[in-house]
T-cell receptor, first 117, second 115 residues
């Protein structure tokens, strides 16, 4: 079964609204989670690294005020797309690494498909 | 800047065919290369390669790494329709620390297997 859960799996919203996506590690603690974005027919692009108890670190070109990340507990990170616009429509995927294991045990969530009308 | 390039970008075959997917990379502080399979949702892990010349196998899938040529291939023999997916190649961006898990992905190869 899934060890990293994302919710919601699909969301449709109006332009200008904010949308929150949750990423949970189900049976392990993750001090670090990663948020990726995938546009249709393109690969995954890392957006930011979510750090439990501290600020997220964003990749170049990703607006931190646009994509708010909160990692308030060892099992939950949230990504909030603020004032969403149609160009933010994308597939958002989180991943988490189980402590003590190599990158081979990097688990991905099922993804959240955002459509902004 | 780390770079991962996959080829071909798409491939259409018939059941029973054998396919070879390619991945080349340029990365500082190379540690490993990863292959994932993505079917509509999140990627699922296939292989992690760290050493040159050692083939990893899982059923009909196998993969090998050439660290001298900065290249990896993923082979699928006797393809089935269920192999239809996007195959992604990725390398970690850093050698360690809390950032271990930041991956640079290639563009992916879209494999379509017809009955």
């Amino acid at each position: 079964g899934a060890v990293v859960s994302q919710h919601p799996s699909r969301v449709i919203c109006k332009s200008g609204t904010s949308v929150k996506i949750e990423c949970r590690s189900l049976d392990f603690q993750a001090t670090t989670m990663f948020w990726y974005r995938q546009f249709p027919k393109q690969s995954l692009m890392l957006m930011a690294t979510s750090n439990e108890g501290s600020k997220a670190t964003y990749e170049q070109g990703v607006e931190k005020d646009k994509f708010l990340i909160n990692h308030a507990s060892l099992t939950l990170s949230t990504l909030t797309v603020t004032s969403a616009h149609p160009e933010d429509s994308s597939f958002y995927i989180c991943s988490a690494r189980r402590q003590g294991l190599g990158t081979g045990e990097l688990f991905f969530g099922e993804g959240s498909r955002l459509t902004v009308l | 800047e780390d770079k991962v390039v996959q080829s071909p970008l798409s491939l259409v075959v018939h059941e029973g065919d054998t396919v070879t997917l390619n991945c080349s990379y340029e990365v500082t502080n190379f540690r490993s290369l990863l292959w994932y399979k993505q079917e509509k949702k999140a990627p699922t892990f296939l292989f992690m390669l760290t050493s040159s010349g050692i083939e990893k196998k899982s059923g009909r899938l196998s993969s090998i790494l050439d660290k001298k040529e900065l290249f990896s291939i993923l082979n699928i023999t006797a393809t089935q329709t269920g192999d239809s997916a996007v195959y992604l190649c990725a390398v970690p961006q850093n050698a360690g620390g809390t950032s271990y898990g930041k991956l640079t992905f290639g563009q992916g190869t879209i494999l379509t297997v017809h009955p």
